[in-house]
């Protein structure tokens, strides 16, 4: 069985929408696009930290936008990861039907999700992807969210922890705090929430 593995920039109050840049996702409007980048342009261990991430980067599930942002980059561009043209990638998509992407498969459904987690390979990867993230969530099929939490709020956008949130326990298993005041944090699934009466 595979793990499935969150990876995001977030704000302190859960936005992950648009962190690269102004035109990466404006939905409903949204105008803070590119909102991480003051910080990495001043912030070298945010770069350190990414650039361990993507070296560990073996298999990579995308919703649709964000895989269409990576395909979009990265077929011409093999540094300074370049196994991200080679490893497995696993896009998911109702309309997608010949990705041009080299190895890419196309998952419809749940179902889908839930037997490629269930197959043998390498972990996975998941970066954006919002509305992907609700759904594995929901189907409890996240066992790790490696986060880089901004110290900054913006009030509107795409939120890691909405409608697909369910109940569970997480673990940090790493952290640290970065120069410009970002929290690098490493959760691992920890089982059921556990209460206490008084």
């Known amino acids: 069985m595979r793990k499935i593995i969150v990876v995001e920039f977030i704000t302190l109050d859960g936005v992950i929408q648009a962190p690269s840049e102004s035109k990466e996702d404006a939905a409903e409007g949204f105008k803070y696009g590119g909102w991480m980048g003051p910080y990495f342009d001043k912030d070298s261990v ?25 395909a ?14 080679r490893i497995s990638k696993y896009v998911v998509s109702t309309t997608l039907k010949n990705p041009a992407w080299i190895n890419t498969e196309v998952i419809n459904d749940v179902e889908g999700l839930k037997k490629l987690k269930n197959s043998d390979g390498p972990d996975l990867q998941v970066y954006g992807s919002a509305n992907l993230v609700q759904t594995l969530m929901e189907h409890d ?33 790493e952290s640290k705090i970065s120069p410009s005041g970002v929290i690098i944090a490493y959760y691992k699934r920890d089982g059921e929430v556990k209460t206490i009466s008084i």
């Open 46 to 70: 945010l770069g350190e930290e990414m650039e361990k991430q993507m070296k560990e980067t073996s298999g990579l599930l995308l919703g649709r936008k964000t895989y269409d942002i990576f």
């Open 72 to 85: 979009g980059y990265w077929p011409e561009h093999t540094e300074p990861w370049p196994q991200i043209n």
């Open 141 to 173: 099929m996240v066992d790790e969210f490696w986060l880089k939490i901004f110290p900054i709020t913006i009030g509107i956008g795409k939120r890691l922890f909405d409608k697909g949130t369910i109940p569970a326990s997480f673990k940090v298993v």
